[in-house]
């Protein structure tokens, strides 16, 4: 089941609105194919394991397969996988966890088991759902999985007084962010943020696909000339309001910019509406980069499932504080710390 | 040596202003006796592993003794160590670090060289200043060891907008705090923080002595209820201005209180003063407790050796900050964390 967790995560940052999955079949006690499920719209998991292990020749009655996430029994982008072990005449199927995905939900394991397969459910569940945790949030709430990340020092600090906020955070920080933007499907920041730090929010340093670019700017006062603008990629998407000048849209999506407008609440943008709209993109995971305003409000509106805050070891003295909502910060009860160069990181899950 | 430091440890808290001392006499490459300092005042670490080993029948003459400070060449309180080392013939000394204080500073060394004892310095020499650091800071500068501790959330308040700042750390910090407490010669805490906590600062939850208690009040405007004004043990100490009104320190006086009359610079005590003032009555070592007025005049008067942050994985909202100098901190370019139940443990040193 390990293996099948190492397989999986191969597949990180390209398999999404799709579980990673990855699959280890077994014959006489021992390993003899693999396989994961690499891009959205290929093949799953168990189909690359059992064309792997056809093309070497090797007869699958009897063998056992391994896989973190009960096998399909529908009809998507590709035939059922569990139409295809039964077809392979495997004797046992040992699954992580069972697919909260409405048309899976057990459906795949009853299926194999009426053909007479042993099945086993179960095996390190708790870790591959946490595998998963992006597709388990999305698929049983319609929402995207939210993770505030900040970089801050021990006054509670993201900025100076003037805005400016770079090289907070220590060498080795700024790249586990890089790496992190390598696996959430989108990254958003408010306008101010844009506007202050002109950020690329792209993957630099480490090896990984861009992430979507998602701006708030509830009535489209920034400028085209920052960076976030310059992609041609159509991964960067504007959130803004239902009132917003349709010529400004207009003139946005003439650049192959995706613009969302949203309903408003006590005249801010109401997060809520914002996240339905966005997970309609299948955006099924997002890192909020800031600023401090679009942190609270997160956090105000209960809808972050998780925090990572880079601690420095330094003092600001004065500038903008971080965080500010008292409340919402009870939803919290999980805490793990971690070290990353010079700095913290502090992991809060609820 | 490192069962020198083992036994050293054994007198913290207890043998101040004199330094943590363990010492072992190993003949024929078996340990046959040990000893430490117990209590300042009594017998130095030598010379209780001789007495021990006397005591036992053991002839010294060849054998090898081991200690992580330097053995003593003056008359202090009792016979200089060196020369008792010289007369049971020891063939062999193995020494952590030299003592810095000008009394001995190598003269025990090259009185022992001498009489022909093969001698060895610098053995785990770091971890052995380390070990004594209150003493070599003491010894060397002529003032005490500073550390600050403080435990704050993630926000940076060390407490909320009506001074209520109970229970901000878990349980496990503030055990630790206790510890601590038993092992630094003092504690200090402003004014504020005795009248908006009221704390004992005694040792509880551990075995261990009390501290003195060190009261920042410039003006002697605190009234005598407060639970620090309780003791009777001659181990609270007022830090007052030299302006201050001889009635009311000649009231303290009575109740067996220390006051210290010191200058004033720019209308606050003058902290560096203040110490050379402690030292005279052979404080070595003090945490600083708070309040956020207190850390950020020692942090600005750049006098504080080590920080200890603790951080409670929770946000107070608006309150007090513990920290507002950027400056100072700049000192600190070692950093240590440490978990702490579900605070982590910041530890700045220079």
Redesign the interface.
Known sequence: MTRCFELALKGAGQVSPNPLVGCVIVKNGKIVAEGYHKKYGEYHAERNAINSAVKKGINLKGAELYVNLEPCAHFGKTPPCSDLIIEHKFSKVVIGVKDPYHEVAGKGISRMKKAGIKVITGVLDEEAEELNKFFFKFVSTGLPYITIKAA?T???KIADDKYRSKWISSTESRRTVHKLRSVYDAVLVGANTVKYDNPKLNVRDVKGRNPYRIIIDKDLTLKHGYNVYKYADGKTIIITSLNADISKIKLLQKKNIIVLPCKIRNSKIDLADALKKLAAHNITSIMIEGGAFVYNEFVKARLVDEML?F?A??????GI??????K??KD?SS?N?Y?SG?D?L?N?RK
Chains 1, 2 share one sequence.
Do not use: C, E, H
């Open positions: 801050q021990i006054d509670g805050i601690i070891p330094d003092i600001m003295g004065s504080m971080a965080f500010s909502d008292k919402g910060f919290f805490v710390y070290t010079r913290i502090v809060l």
